[in-house]
């Protein structure tokens, strides 16, 4: 069974950056990805890659802002989080899973996930 923990999510101010991480206790997923969640909207993908390093791809909204990385010692996954803006206020969950190739930006296609952080961006 594989267990996510995020940690890093915060308030900052626009322009601002934060790291979101993402401690995974157990391994056999491929996938991991991060999604967010505004108050009254749906749970929409941020980004995703595999964990050999390719299937990266990220939201238009996000890209170019953020970078999506893990590192395998610790077997933790990051989200580097630069240039934030008030919209990217949200709640920001890990997930992890099993699917190959490229478009896995559905929620439906991961596993398991990880009880959310909180990032307020303020104008």
């Known amino acids: 069974q594989v267990q996510l923990v995020e940690s890093g999510g915060g308030l900052v101010q626009a322009g601002g950056s934060l790291r979101l991480s993402c401690a995974a206790s157990?391994?056999?997923?491929?996938?991991y990805g991060w999604f967010r969640q505004a108050p009254g909207k749906a749970r929409e993908f941020v980004a995703t890659?595999?964990?050999?390093?390719?299937?990266?791809g990220y939201a238009d909204s996000v890209k170019g802002r953020f970078t999506i990385s893990r590192d395998n010692a610790k077997n933790t996954v990051y989200l580097q989080m630069s240039s934030l803006k008030p919209e990217d206020t949200a709640v920001y969950y890990c997930?992890?899973?099993?699917?190959?190739?490229?478009?896995?930006?559905?929620?439906?296609?991961?596993?398991?996930w990880g009880q959310g952080t909180q990032v307020t961006v303020s104008s």
């Open positions: 997930a992890a899973g099993y699917c190959s190739g490229y478009g896995c930006v559905g929620s439906h296609q991961y596993n398991y």
């Open positions: 890659a595999m964990w050999n390093g390719s299937g990266t």
């Open positions: 157990g391994r056999g997923f491929s996938r």
